[in-house]
């Protein structure tokens, strides 16, 4: 098929030229997803600024968090106050021990309940900065590589340094708080976020999420490995975490931790269907020895 290239069509497939350009691209995003260098306000705070008025909006106030967890409740707070939430009469109380709840009694100490209320919404204002670098690979490869060129590049303009310059974000008519880069980022050979040891994602404030090849995970199956067991592998209504919990704890272990009521032979002579006594009922494994 003939290769087209025009400044609106793209027909035909890459060149061998092109295909190594968007490797190259590839790494480029990869590496600005992967940022944890601080951010830096003097080029974020245009690029929101930016977004804003290719919007048809007025100018927001820009306010730089440490990180999403401080975004999300300091939004919650920030929406209920401009909605006329009155701030609550609180009992003076001990300090909080995490950061998770620290964030939340100072949201509802600004804002009472609708504060509280209102960060639990905040997933549907957020974009991901450049934590969706995948997205922004695609259409400025478009741009650089292939060649398109659309009108709506001038406004993508500001979106695409929202994405190279700032982490998560929520906006608002009147205001856009942008999260700082994590200071620490794992990830596993396919730069999926995983870390066996600790956090996969860190930020300066000191919060922390946790990640098995790709998949959340709570930090204590991970800082805290003889909490997980079957029991807490099959309560996972979530598949890709219950295979997570199964990969975590190991399957040698898994078939330490069986409490075989009856095991029987399937098939061939090395493939055995166990029946476990798990709490809650029976769950069968099949132990294959032999894949043929």
């Known amino acids: 098929m ?5 400044a609106t069509t793209a027909k035909g497939g890459v060149t061998p030229e092109e295909l190594l350009l968007m490797e190259k691209h590839r790494d480029l995003w990869i590496s600005r997803s992967l940022r944890t260098d601080p951010i830096e306000p003097e080029k974020i705070i245009p690029a929101i600024e930016g977004i804003y008025a290719a919007a048809g909006l007025k100018k927001p106030t820009v306010v730089i968090v440490p990180s999403p967890l401080v975004m999300a409740f300091s939004y919650g707070a920030a929406v209920a106050i401009l909605a006329g ?13 995490s950061l998770e709840k620290a ?40 741009r650089d590589i292939i060649g398109i060129k659309i009108p709506q590049h001038e406004k993508y303009h500001y979106w ?48 922390s999420l946790y990640h098995w090849h790709g998949t959340a995970v709570p930090e204590e199956w991970v800082m805290n490995r003889e909490s997980l067991t079957l029991k807490v592998a099959f309560s996972q209504e979530e598949r890709a975490r219950k295979n997570a919990a199964f990969q975590m704890i190991g399957y040698a272990n898994i078939l330490a931790q069986l409490n075989d009521g009856s095991t029987k032979v399937k098939g061939p002579k090395l493939n055995k269907l166990i029946n476990a006594m798990l709490d809650g009922g029976v769950e069968e494994f099949l132990r294959v020895l032999n894949g043929e």
């Open 160 to 207: 695409e340094q929202a994405a190279i310059h700032g982490g998560f974000r929520v906006m608002h008519e009147k205001f856009c708080m942008v999260s700082d880069f994590p200071v620490l980022i794992k990830t596993d050979n396919e730069n999926l976020p995983h870390c066996e040891d600790g956090p996969t994602h860190k930020w300066r404030d000191g919060w």
């Open 85 to 97: 939430a009155k701030k609550p009469l609180v009992k003076s109380r001990p300090k909080e021990k």
């Open 103 to 142: 964030a939340a009694r100072a949201c509802y100490e600004l804002a009472g309940r609708k504060g509280i209320e209102q960060a639990a919404k905040w997933n549907s204002s957020y974009q991901g900065g450049n934590m969706w670098a995948a997205n922004e690979s695609y259409l400025t490869a478009f």
């Open 2 to 6: 003939t290769i087209i290239r025009t």
